[in-house]
């Protein structure tokens, strides 16, 4: 008999098939979905997308502010923080890639040059211009947690 414990083998293929059905019904119901249900899930995805960046965010802001300060209190607990900092780069693409996939539902895109536009803001709010920055944010955030 063995009395051995199971280890944790990694993925489950249930739970991989269950993640695949709702990626897959939720791009079904973003493509084939009349516009105000599909608005609705852009807007949905949108913010569980900041939401997953701003917990990641949190969690490497929490543990550099220890590691400066020198606590020595958290010492416990840094894996929690360290893994919410883990998950910046899956959120920050996914945040991406809501982000370019909905670029024109933001009003700001669609208006031209308007003469009592302040030059730095015309320049800030051009769509190519703020998707590299948003990639470069999302890059550094990868690489700094």
Do not use: C
């Amino acid at each position: 008999m063995n009395t051995r414990p199971r280890l944790y083998s990694g993925r489950s293929p249930r739970l991989t098939a269950l993640a695949a059905s709702a990626v897959a019904l939720l791009v079904l119901l973003v493509l084939f979905a009349p516009e105000q249900v599909a608005g609705r899930a852009w807007s949905n995805l949108l913010v569980g997308t900041y939401f997953l960046v701003t917990i990641g965010l949190g969690g490497a802001v929490f543990v550099a502010l220890t590691y400066v300060s020198g606590a020595g209190w958290h010492v416990s607990f840094r894996r929690v923080p360290e893994a919410m900092a883990r998950i910046i780069p899956f959120a920050g693409g996914a945040l991406l890639l809501v982000l370019l996939l909905s670029i024109d539902r933001y009003q700001w895109v669609h208006q031209g040059d308007d003469a009592g536009t302040f030059w730095f803001k015309a320049l800030w709010l051009i769509p190519s211009f703020w998707i590299m920055r948003s990639i470069i944010y999302v890059a550094l955030w990868s690489v700094l947690a």
